[in-house]
């Protein structure tokens, strides 16, 4: 009886991890497209004298999302990106966190690329980033994608493209 009981429980167990596996597996996966421009908030630049040219920075920046695909995605969401970078000479990498603000909803990505300078002026931001955790209706929320663009003292503008699975 007690075997029974247990077996019986045991294949419980088996279906309900299955249906839930099936679930997770068909999460909708949407294609998602934006442009975010924004200003320096504040930073700190230090010099590393190991080598001529050498800066690290930690840099807060605020802007706004502007949705440019097909289907809306926190369009006009405030963002706030902390990052740091590591340049030689103008170039290095770039990483850190974008955070998409919508009203009470809330989502964090973490990313990490590089940056060059360009001899017209600014500097080329590209990388990747992969979604970390969504607040309200943008809970359990996950997918990665990338982004493209230019910085500048005055400013920054990029694009960014993702799948997004919910």
């Not at 429980?9 to 249906?19: H, Y």
């Not at 596996?21 to 320096?40: F, H, N, S």
Request: charged letters at 20%.
């Amino acid at each position: 009886m007690v075997l029974r009981i247990v077996s019986l429980v045991g294949c419980v167990l088996l279906a309900l991890l299955t249906i839930a596996t099936d679930l997770r597996g068909q999460q909708q996966v949407r294609e998602a497209e934006g442009i975010v421009r924004g200003t320096v908030a504040r930073s700190l630049m230090l010099r590393v004298p190991d080598q001529q040219g050498h800066l690290l920075g930690l840099v807060e920046t605020q802007g706004t999302n502007e949705s440019t695909g097909t289907q809306p995605f926190l369009h006009a969401a405030s963002v706030r990106i902390v990052e740091t970078w590591d340049f030689v000479v103008g170039s290095g990498s770039d990483r850190g966190f974008i955070i998409f603000t919508a009203g009470a909803d809330t989502l964090v990505a973490r990313y990490e690329g590089t940056a060059a300078e360009k001899a017209g002026g600014g500097t080329e931001i590209r990388g990747r980033f992969t979604f970390l955790r969504g607040v309200g209706e943008l809970f359990g929320i996950s997918g990665d994608g990338s982004y493209e663009g230019l910085a500048s003292p005055q400013g920054f503008d990029f694009r960014w493209r993702a799948a997004i699975r919910q």
